[in-house]
């Protein structure tokens, strides 16, 4: 297991201090991206919950914070990022689409939020290996 994904998974548990989905996402990445986890957490902190208004889910713009600090922002790139999650969650992106889906489905909101963290983590893990 990556440390990216540890942390992730280390925040996701926190109950002292709620990280939302975009947090999870930014905060493991924040000493690559120059900046401390307690900037990183202020800056996504917007983010969760589809940008508080069920638009595209917060791991998946957690990504992007992280990627567009790395120099990662040439639109082939980041089209292929989308469609990762495309691929697997049935074309969405939205927050609200997803938890539709996963209700639907009869499933917990938690783990599949914590899903979403940590494929966000591993999608952008991918990308930066790719170089």
Known sequence: MSEHLKRAEELRAITERHYNCAQSV???FAKECG???EQAYKVAANFGAGMKIA???GAITGGLMVLGMLGKEDPATIRKYFQSFKDNHQGCLNCADLLRINAEAGLEKKPH???M???AVKAVEKILAEG
């Open 26 to 28: 930014f905060v493991p």
């Open 35 to 37: 900046i401390d986890e």
């Open 55 to 57: 638009a595209t889910c």
């Open 113 to 115: 939020c914590d899903g």
């Open 117 to 119: 963290v940590y494929e």
